[in-house]
C-alpha cells in the first residue's frame, strides 16, 4: 500500500492507497507502478480504494519502508484525486 499523507509524522490515522500485482489493464482508476510491490513483477496501485487506517497496524516488510519517486507518487496522487467526487460550488 501507498501512504498519502500530509505531513511526515506516523501516528493516528492515515489514508492508504492499497496496490496489487495482479494486472489492472483496462481499470482507469489503476496506475502501473515502476516500483514493484516484492522486487519482481509489476505492481499497480488501485487509486479508486481508498481507505484509512490506524498507523499501528501498519508494519513494514522486510525491505523497510520504500519510498516511491516523486513523479510516481504525484500521478498516483493525481489519479486519486480524479476519482474523488468534486464539490460542488458554493451557493450565492
Same mark, same amino acid.
Given at each position: 500500500?501507498? $501512504?498519502?499523507?500530509?505531513?511526515?509524522? /506516523?501516528?493516528?490515522? $492515515?489514508?492508504?492507497?492499497?496496490?496489487?500485482? /495482479?494486472?489492472?489493464?483496462?481499470?482507469?482508476?489503476?496506475?502501473?507502478?515502476?516500483?514493484?510491490?516484492?522486487?519482481?513483477?509489476?505492481?499497480?496501485?488501485?487509486?479508486?480504494?481508498?481507505?484509512?487506517?490506524? $498507523?499501528?497496524?501498519?508494519? *513494514?516488510?522486510?525491505?523497510?519502508? $520504500?519510498?516511491?519517486?516523486?513523479?510516481?507518487?504525484?500521478?498516483?496522487?493525481? /489519479? /486519486?484525486?480524479?476519482?474523488? *467526487?468534486?464539490?460542488? *460550488? *458554493?451557493?450565492?
Amino acid at each position: 500500500m501507498i $501512504v498519502v499523507g500530509s505531513d511526515r509524522k /506516523l501516528y493516528g490515522a $492515515v489514508t492508504v492507497v492499497p496496490c496489487s500485482s /495482479l494486472d489492472q489493464t483496462g481499470n482507469r482508476w489503476a496506475y502501473k507502478l515502476t516500483t514493484t510491490i516484492d522486487g519482481e513483477g509489476n505492481s499497480w496501485a488501485i487509486c479508486d480504494k481508498p481507505s484509512t487506517f490506524a $498507523v499501528s497496524r501498519l508494519v *513494514p516488510d522486510h525491505r523497510g519502508k $520504500v519510498r516511491l519517486p516523486p513523479e510516481e507518487f504525484t500521478e498516483v496522487l493525481r /489519479l /486519486l484525486l480524479s476519482w474523488l *467526487p468534486k464539490l460542488s *460550488p *458554493p451557493a450565492p
